[in-house]
């Protein structure tokens, strides 16, 4: 058991100290992202084309249409519901009643040496 162990820490060492050409890690992860995107560009066309345009809508637009849920009672596979909605989006609100509050936030003045580098531009 000893010699196998041994065996073992001996070959990590030995691979630990052995010096190996390597990639840097955008080489590997443009050499993996390429089949990805080539994937990716093939799904796109075989779906987008048949899905139609959504309509464009804003903050506190309505919607009617209808859901279908699982239900025990009455027993039935997909019981359709009445749904109707509101556009909104709460953290959105929340950051634009905080935006109208705060006051634009102070002009930096520029460093020296800031200055003559953007007389040189």
């Given amino acids: ?7 073992i820490a ?5 691979s630990l100290a052995t010096p190996k050409p ?17 994937l990716q ?15 464009a809508v804003e903050y506190r ?13 009455p027993m039935m596979v997909l019981c359709p519901a009445p749904n109707i909605c509101m556009v909104f989006d709460i953290m959105g609100e929340v950051f ?3 935006n109208t509050i705060l006051t ?3 002009v930096l003045p ?4 800031m200055k003559s580098s953007m007389l040189l531009v």
């Fill in 41 to 55: 560009a093939g799904l796109a066309s075989a779906v987008l084309p048949k899905t139609p345009p959504m309509p």
């Fill in 104 to 106: 634009d936030p102070p």
């Fill in 96 to 98: 634009t009643s905080i």
């Fill in 1 to 7: 058991m000893s010699k196998c162990i041994g065996g």
């Fill in 61 to 73: 637009d309505f919607g009617i249409g209808v859901d279908f849920h699982k239900t025990l009672l």
């Fill in 110 to 113: 520029l460093r020296p040496s």
């Fill in 22 to 38: 390597s990639k840097s890690f955008g080489d590997l992860f443009e050499e993996k992202k390429a089949p990805l995107e080539t």
């Fill in 10 to 14: 001996d070959d990590a060492v030995g």
